[in-house]
């Protein structure tokens, strides 16, 4: 089983709509969350840490649901800069281990 | 402000051929990492580093082996190379702790032909 499941969609949404992706993790010791974005051809960067009561910045929304093992990022009123692939990011303390999910995919058209 | 730098940027090679990718980062970061990017699959870990002198195997650390000699410099070696391992490469670090962002190098750009 992987470590961290992503949909890789692609989700093709017209300019200004909201948008939601979810990640599953497998290992409950996980202790911090990201999500990366990563436009093609380019290294990761990222987006947002993932805080336990949840947190915004802009129009993204990351929640983090420790009980069912899952973190999901909400983008409103998308732009077409959006475009891009998301990844999820998990780390485990314990080993310092920092795994990815495949990515979703996001194509924002006008 | 360099962060993350990966020598080289692209490279060919032949089936059996060795090489070494060079990380290396300005950052005083304890923690470094490979990667490799396939279509479709994401990043999966091919080994680690959480301190100078010390490396740990990743998801697919078979076929690769990996120096951490000095603290700003992390070696991916492919000792005999394969067309499996045609990928993009991303070296990464971060600081020590668990809540701390990953700063990525540009890639480089395998093909083993």
Redesign the interface.
């Known amino acids: 089983r992987k470590e961290v499941e992503q949909d890789p969609g692609p989700f093709n949404v017209p300019e200004g709509a909201t948008v939601a992706f979810n990640c599953t993790y497998s290992n409950s010791a996980s202790q911090s969350f990201f999500w990366y974005r990563q436009d093609c051809r380019k290294e990761p960067k990222l987006l947002m840490s993932v805080y336990s009561s949840g947190n915004e910045d802009g129009r993204f929304t990351a929640q983090l649901n420790r009980a069912s093992q899952y973190i999901s990022l909400l983008i409103r009123d998308s732009k077409l800069s959006d475009s891009a692939t998301y990844l999820c990011v998990v780390n485990s303390i314990t080993f310092n281990k920092f795994y990815f999910g495949s990515g979703t995919k996001l194509n924002v058209k006008p | 402000n360099a962060g993350v730098t990966q020598t080289p940027k692209f490279r060919v090679l032949k089936t059996g051929q060795s090489m070494t990718l060079l990380c290396a980062q300005d950052m005083n970061h304890e923690?470094m990492?490979w990667?490799r990017q396939d279509p479709?699959?994401?990043?999966?870990?091919i080994h680690?580093s959480?301190g100078e002198g010390t490396t740990?195997k990743?998801?697919v650390p078979d076929g690769y082996n990996v120096s951490r000699l000095k603290k700003q410099n992390f070696l991916l070696g492919l000792e005999s190379a394969a067309p499996s391992q045609t990928s993009?490469y991303?070296c990464?670090s971060?600081a020590a702790g668990?809540?701390t962002?990953?700063f990525?190098?540009?890639?480089t750009r395998l093909t083993v032909v």
């Open positions: 923690y990492y990667y479709g699959m994401g990043l999966r870990l680690y959480v740990a990743g998801e993009v991303f990464a971060r668990g809540k962002e990953a990525f190098g540009q890639g």
